[in-house]
């Protein structure tokens, strides 16, 4: 047979339009997932403002929490909040970055470091109310912490770590095999191509998990709960080994009163913690952009 | 008058090149994961020549390159017997430091892979971390001039190396090697990437570079071999069939198997 017969051209035309039908279908079916996420969002955060936008003013911003609503305002949870994600990333950035370089461009496939990454992998699966009590046994009582922002810290830091140093390592094994050749032929040491080429090159990827995993950091609550971050704090803190208290804590408390004031307080509250997020976020894509362009 | 005919035509090319021999491989096996790659190979690459290696695919021509500036170390599972000689030492030796192989013993690789910095950084970075405190912009100037590229980036050298073609980016690599001032090239397939211009322009240089380095060259183009290289070793499935000059293993082979892959019958 060396011509297609009619009935074959017809039946082929036929199909092909059912396979064009089965592939508009699929599509669809994705854009209604990917709408309805989005969707769901929309709503909540609609929901949130309209309780908590009235509440959202400077007095707000700038007061101690109170037991009058009229009088109550995240001053103290806002800068605890901040202090806790500087010092969060002062820890566990160098840590993470280090860990995944020493993974990824210095060890040997040995046995022990299998087990390592092994571990490392299974540790961003664990609950984040474990880390609270290793917090509280490690940190609290047997280095004698206290209640402070070191420990809350330090804990917060244990918890972000394997995500630190996951994407860090998916971002280091993009930098292609050739780059470091490169460098190595011209008599460079490893920590010389480590440093010179392959942390610039893998710098946006990394850049990108550890703000993931700080936004995580900014929203848990538990963790800080389980190492006594306080409910109620009208100071400030001065130093990392200050009492303190947290955006998510404070909201926890206020939903946990029965008083209609205080949800729309705790609703003020998710709008604050929000834009913290979003700005950190805004700053990531903005420095990621530039180092981008660099390296094109 | 015999002796010497005797010494001519005898089947141990090796030693009209081992005269002013600079690296000397002598019964090298390179086993991966205790598969042998290159069995008991020995010839010697002489001072301001081109050694060409060539042979079909996979017969451990580029296996043996990179074991000659030990970018072998970094695959696992390699291991190397037999002597590498430079210097009148052995390249593995326990007192020898690789990072200082590599810097007397440049690498030009298949692929042009040029940093993602700008084409100034390309070239003076390698100078400056081996310790390099002269004035970079003359460093850079005579590298590019060297390898036949300063007059095509010279308004750019700010921007990004890889901006440029695939051909000016190779030559970038091998003004990058040059900057080193390295005693030995080795290049890996350099022209492979390229097209006929670009590769043009490559032996030209290379034959300029000549003067004053030592090049060995893996190429699978017999006519490139045939028309830059001084010596010509022939490899097939890991084992030397045979070295000697060029014009002799082209045009004068001593085995068959040579012969019938310089004229194409084969591989």
Known sequence: ?296 | MNALEAVMSSPLQTTIATEDSILDIDDVSIFYSGKAAVNNVSFGISKNKITAMIGPSGCGKSTLLRSLNRMNDFIPDLTISGNITYCGQNLYGKAVDAVEVRRRIGMVFQKPNPFPKSIYKNIAWGPIINGFKGPSDELVERSLRQAALWDEVKDRLHESALGLSGGQQQRLCIARALAMEPDILLMDEPCSALDPISTAHIEELLLELKANYTIVIVTHNMQQASRLSDYTAFMELGDLIEFGETNQIFTRPAQHRTEEYVTGRFG
Request: glycine share 6%; aromatic share 10%; proline share 5%.
């Open chain 1, 1 to 296: 047979m060396t011509h297609p017969t009619q009935a074959f051209i017809d039946s082929s035309a036929k199909h092909l339009q059912r396979r064009h039908r089965k592939a508009k279908c699929f599509q669809l079916f994705c854009a209604g997932v990917t709408w309805l996420g989005a969707a769901l969002l929309l709503v909540l955060l609609y929901q949130v403002s309209v309780e908590g936008f009235r509440w959202l003013d400077w007095q707000f911003i700038s007061s101690f929490p109170s037991r009058f609503p009229y009088k109550a305002g995240i001053k103290s949870a806002l800068v605890g909040t901040l202090w806790l994600i500087s010092l969060i990333a002062f820890i566990s950035i160098p840590v993470g970055v280090a860990t995944a370089l020493y993974l990824e461009e210095f060890s040997k496939k040995s046995r022990l470091n299998r087990l390592i990454e092994l571990n490392i992998a299974n540790l961003a699966g664990v609950p984040s109310i474990v880390y609270g009590i290793i917090g509280l046994a490690v940190f609290v009582r047997a280095m004698d912490l206290q209640r402070s922002l070191v420990s809350g810290a330090l804990t917060m830091s244990l918890l972000i770590l394997p995500v630190i140093i996951i994407a860090s390592r998916e971002a280091i094994k993009t930098v292609p095999m050739s780059t470091r050749h490169a460098a190595f032929a011209l008599g460079a040491t490893r920590w010389q191509t480590a440093w010179a080429h392959v942390l610039p090159a893998s710098f946006p990827g990394i850049l990108t998990g550890v703000i993931l995993a700080l936004s995580r950091a900014i929203g848990e609550t538990a963790p800080l709960i389980m190492i006594g971050g306080l409910t109620y704090v009208a100071f400030l803190p001065e130093g990392p080994m200050d009492a303190f208290t947290a955006l998510p804590i404070q909201i926890y408390n206020w939903v946990s009163r029965p008083q209609q004031e205080f949800h729309q307080l705790a609703a003020a509250g998710i709008i604050v913690l929000l834009l913290v997020l979003l700005m950190m976020n805004a700053l990531a894509i903005v420095i990621r952009h530039k180092t981008e362009k660099k390296l094109k």
